[in-house]
Each structure stands twice: as structure tokens, then as C-alpha cells.
């Protein structure tokens, strides 16, 4: 909280989201390289990034507003690389890599061979 630090209460407003729930967004978001548009819908949507980020119900789900919000607190503070360098620090320790970007259901179709000729 100290690396990017909340604005203040005093006009109101919902409580904040705990900052471990918003670096787990964060860190899904970047593993799957999605718009803050997309986070929003694929916490509404997938359980399984809702159990990750430690959301308990879809009511509580932050908005693309604040996950925007949050990241760019995160880059003012110049906090953002060294969170996800903890990050990559904590797996490596456990012997994983987060690799983004990866097709993980992908198929393999086979496409008709093409002969290549002078015409």
C-alpha cells in the first residue's frame, strides 16, 4: 500500500479492493494480455480467475475503471516492475515461470499441401 498509496476517503465512496486482490488482476491481466475491458469481463465470466484474484462473489468484482485506477498508481509510484518482479521471484521459487501469451487449448488442423509450380 505504501508504493501506491489510496486516495482519500473523506468525500466517500466504496472501500478500496485489497491490494493483493488488485496485483492478482494485474498479474492475470498481463499473463493473458488483456484490456482493462476484457479483465472486467473474464472476472464476470471465468471462476477460475475469480478464485485466483480471491474474489468471493461476482458483486465484488472491480470495474475497468478501477483496475485502470489501480495500474496507474502502480506506474506513478514506480512501483509497477518491482511488484511483478516479486512476482516472478516468488514462482521461480517454486519452480514455475509465467509465461504469457501462450495457447494452452489450442489444435493442430491439418491444411492441404499446396504444389508449387513455375505458372
Given at each position: 500500500?505504501?508504493?501506491?498509496?489510496?486516495?482519500?476517503?473523506?468525500?466517500?465512496?466504496?472501500?478500496?479492493?485489497?491490494?493483493?486482490?488488485?496485483?492478482?488482476?494485474?498479474?492475470?491481466?498481463?499473463?493473458?494480455?488483456?484490456?482493462d475491458?476484457?479483465?472486467?469481463f473474464?472476472?464476470?465470466?471465468?471462476?477460475?480467475?475469480q478464485?485466483?484474484?480471491?474474489?468471493?462473489?461476482?458483486?465484488?468484482?472491480?470495474?475497468?475503471t478501477?483496475?485502470?485506477?489501480?495500474?496507474e498508481?502502480?506506474?506513478?509510484?514506480?512501483a509497477?516492475?518491482?511488484?511483478?518482479d516479486?512476482?516472478?521471484?516468488q514462482?521461480?521459487?517454486?519452480?514455475?515461470?509465467?509465461?504469457?501469451?501462450?495457447?494452452?487449448?489450442?489444435?493442430?488442423?491439418q491444411v492441404?499441401?499446396?504444389?508449387?509450380?513455375?505458372?
Amino acid at each position: 500500500d505504501l508504493a501506491a498509496p489510496r486516495p482519500s476517503r473523506e468525500r466517500g465512496g466504496r472501500p478500496p479492493f485489497p491490494t493483493e486482490l488488485m496485483v492478482r488482476v494485474l498479474l492475470i491481466q498481463q499473463l493473458f494480455n488483456l484490456s482493462d475491458e476484457q479483465m472486467e469481463f473474464q472476472l464476470l465470466d471465468r471462476l477460475s480467475f475469480q478464485r485466483f484474484a480471491g474474489l468471493r462473489a461476482s458483486s465484488q468484482i472491480p470495474d475497468r475503471t478501477t483496475i485502470w485506477t489501480f495500474k496507474e498508481r502502480l506506474i506513478q509510484a514506480g512501483a509497477s516492475e518491482s511488484i511483478f518482479d516479486a512476482v516472478n521471484r516468488q514462482l521461480a521459487k517454486h519452480g514455475y515461470i509465467a509465461r504469457g501469451g501462450q495457447m494452452i487449448d489450442a489444435s493442430f488442423v491439418q491444411v492441404p499441401k499446396q504444389s508449387l509450380s513455375k505458372e
